[in-house]
């Protein structure tokens, strides 16, 4: 889905990596440097004892699930727009959350990685309720990743060019609205008044571009989704698409 034609300040954010749809696998380079997940405070084990139930939001502008204390420690970047991250999701997400994250061995930082205005949109829906409702979100939005990107899709060539005539303060709105996304939120707790907020939330949106600038700097993010475990970039050069999880697993356990 292109959208170059669409008027919005932040050009530095398609200038980089993208999906990569016409890869077999998800590219990766080893041994790249950077810093892993940061945190502040130390977090006490949870009553219940899943670690699943620890979300808080990272300095990076990211959000970490599990033990901060964990023995891998597991980024993922990713784009809300990107077929293959939807799909990445629904092949790892349970498994990586229930039997790594929950036992407290592995902690999971989601940082979202923004390829267009579209993208920027979903993900500022995601981000909305903060920590606590960021994952079950996501989770969700990539559950129907392909519904709400045929409603886009399916917009009038008039409809996509009055796009490019909003600013960014109503262009995701105008977006969102498309899509369907503030009726979706609201069936799933945040309100419509709320998420118009987050919608029109630049210090938001400016998070989200410098969570981009800091990829590229940081690790020199070549596709979506990429991974980073222990601070260096999981290379998936060569993996088949069907292949991602369970080499990511592999390499998981060999850590522990």
Partial sequence: MKSSHLAIAM??????AACNADK??????AGAAGSSTTTSAPVAPPASGDWT???????AGGFVMGNPNAKVKLMEFASMTCPHCGRFDEAAYEPLTQNYVKTGQVSYEFRNFVRDPFDVTASLITRCGGAKTFFPLTNAMYGDQANWIAKIQAATPEQ???LGTLGPDKQFKAIAEMAGFQQWAAMRGIPTAKTDACLTDQKAVDQLVQMN???????????????????EVVNMDGVPEAKIWPTLESKIKAAL
């Fill in 213 to 231: 600038n800091d990829a590229v700097s940081q690790f020199d993010i070549p596709g979506t989704p990429t991974f980073v475990m222990n601070g």
């Fill in 53 to 59: 139930e620890v979300v808080r939001p990272t300095d």
């Fill in 24 to 29: 077999d696998g998800a590219n990766g380079t």
């Fill in 11 to 16: 050009a530095a954010i398609l200038a980089t």
């Fill in 160 to 162: 996509q060019q009055a």
